[in-house]
């Protein structure tokens, strides 16, 4: 029997992980990277845009001056102060006009760059920017790693942008995505052109205490080898419904169950995350403000960001709008995707 792992919430859809993303995590090698030239999407492998098994684009399964890190911002990830060190982030790049800031896409816990896919097509479209979003470390296609703090994941795109040659860029963050975005606004203002924060603040989440939950149902898992992808699903959802009720949380957790080699695994990086969930929780304290224009997009029906948060978010980013999209929970770029849109093209005028 194998046992398998894994952990998320964020937008979901299918995805297929293959046996040449199991050897890049392993032997090091560098994931994927896809950037669009023209009407076309260009991989670093040479190839187009993987499929799902539906025969569809993958819809799932987030430095230029230096790589120091901003002494006023005290290391949280337990290695002495010792400095962050980058892993290569896999992302897709959509192309644009090169004189306007490119928008960049940072997903939430246990999600992928593809959370973002169809929203990041249509404001390439409307806005004619460049659009890159991103898989954090031990996410999606980016490689796994041990270390896991907004720290690490602030100084993955403190490295990634400026080798992309997208600096200053408008960074778009949801839920753990929005806190390496306000992070990376804070200790390096220079790469980021304005800010939006969705549906997130820069204190302790407290919103989210069933993650260890969900960390030990996911490892508790056990599916035999050699079964088909639809009984592999349907017998690990049946096991997560004994302590998940809610089916959209079951659907979206599934969605990082992956084949690889005839067996399903996880392709988030379980350990880590479990190891690290107190700092993917909270934020660290910093002292500086961003002073560039940042909105901080909220949901209506979402609990995550609360009234007693303002006064720290005003501190840290005094040129703060707040706007709330009624009706929308935590998932506000998936349930209101064309408030969403707006809001976001509001903010570049």
């Given at each position: 029997?194998?046992?398998?792992?894994?952990?998320g919430?964020g937008?979901?859809?299918t995805?297929?992980?293959s046996?040449a993303?199991?050897?890049?995590?392993?032997?090091?090698?560098h994931p994927?990277?896809?950037?669009r030239?023209g009407?076309?999407?260009?991989c670093?492998?040479?190839?187009?845009?993987r499929?799902?098994?539906l025969?569809?684009?993958r819809?799932?399964?987030v430095?230029?001056q230096?790589?120091?890190?901003?002494?006023?911002?005290?290391?949280?990830?337990?290695r002495?102060?010792a400095?962050p060190?980058?892993?290569?982030l896999?992302?897709?790049l959509?192309?644009g006009?090169?004189?306007?800031?490119?928008?960049?896409?940072?997903?939430?816990l246990?999600?992928?760059?593809?959370n973002?896919n169809s929203?990041a097509?249509?404001?390439?479209q409307q806005?004619?920017?460049?659009?890159?979003?991103?898989d954090?470390r031990?996410h999606g296609?980016?490689?796994?790693?041990?270390?896991?703090?907004?720290?690490?994941?602030?100084?993955d795109?403190q490295?990634l942008?400026p080798?992309?040659?997208?600096?200053?860029?408008?960074?778009?963050?949801h839920?753990m995505?929005g806190?390496?975005?306000?992070l990376?606004?804070l200790?390096?203002?220079?790469?980021?052109?304005r800010?939006?924060?969705?549906d997130?603040?820069?204190?302790?989440?407290t919103?989210?205490?069933?993650f260890?939950t969900y960390?030990?149902?996911?490892?508790?898992?056990?599916?035999?080898d050699?079964?088909?992808?639809?009984c592999?699903?349907?017998?690990?959802?049946?096991q997560?419904?004994?302590?998940i009720?809610?089916?959209?949380?079951?659907q979206?957790l599934?969605?990082?169950?992956?084949?690889?080699d005839?067996r399903?695994?996880?392709?988030?990086?379980l350990?880590?995350?479990?190891?690290?969930v107190?700092?993917?929780?909270?934020?660290?304290e910093?002292q500086e403000a961003?002073?560039?224009?940042?909105l901080f997009l909220?949901?209506?029906n979402?609990?995550?960001?609360h009234p007693?948060?303002?006064p720290?978010?005003?501190r840290?980013?005094p040129?703060?709008?707040?706007?709330?999209?009624?009706n929308a929970g935590?998932?506000?770029?998936?349930t209101c995707?064309?408030?969403?849109m707006?809001?976001i093209?509001?903010?570049l005028t």
């Open positions: 029997m194998l046992r398998l792992a894994c952990l919430l937008l979901w859809s995805a297929h992980f046996p993303h199991l050897r890049h995590r392993k032997y090091g090698t994927r990277r896809c950037v030239a009407k076309k999407t260009r670093s492998d040479g190839s187009g845009p499929q799902s098994l025969g569809l684009p819809t799932c399964p430095a230029a230096s790589s120091r890190q901003n002494p006023g911002h005290p290391d949280s990830s337990g002495g102060g400095e060190r980058p892993v290569p896999s992302y897709k959509l192309d006009e090169a004189a306007l800031p490119a928008l960049v896409f940072l997903h939430g246990f999600g992928c760059k593809t973002f929203i097509k249509a404001l390439a806005t004619g920017r460049r659009v890159l979003t991103v954090a031990n296609d980016s490689p796994h790693s041990p270390e896991m703090s907004y720290e690490d994941m602030s100084q795109m490295h942008l080798q992309l040659g997208l600096v200053p860029s408008v960074l778009i963050g839920s995505g806190k390496t975005a306000m990376l606004a200790q390096r203002p220079d790469l980021v052109e800010l939006v924060a969705v997130i603040s820069p204190v302790e989440t919103s989210s205490s069933a260890p960390i030990a149902a996911m490892k508790a898992i056990e599916i035999p050699e079964v088909s992808r639809s592999a699903r349907k017998l690990a959802d049946e997560l419904s004994l302590v009720q809610d089916i959209s949380v079951r979206f599934l969605t990082n169950l992956v084949e690889a005839s399903f695994v996880w392709r988030v990086n350990d880590a995350l479990a190891q690290h107190d700092k993917i929780l909270a934020f660290p910093c961003y002073l560039g224009p940042t909220l949901g209506g979402s609990k995550f960001v007693s948060h303002y720290e978010i005003r840290l980013f040129r703060v709008q707040m706007q709330t999209v009624r935590h998932w506000i770029h998936a995707p064309q408030d969403f707006a809001a093209r509001g903010f």
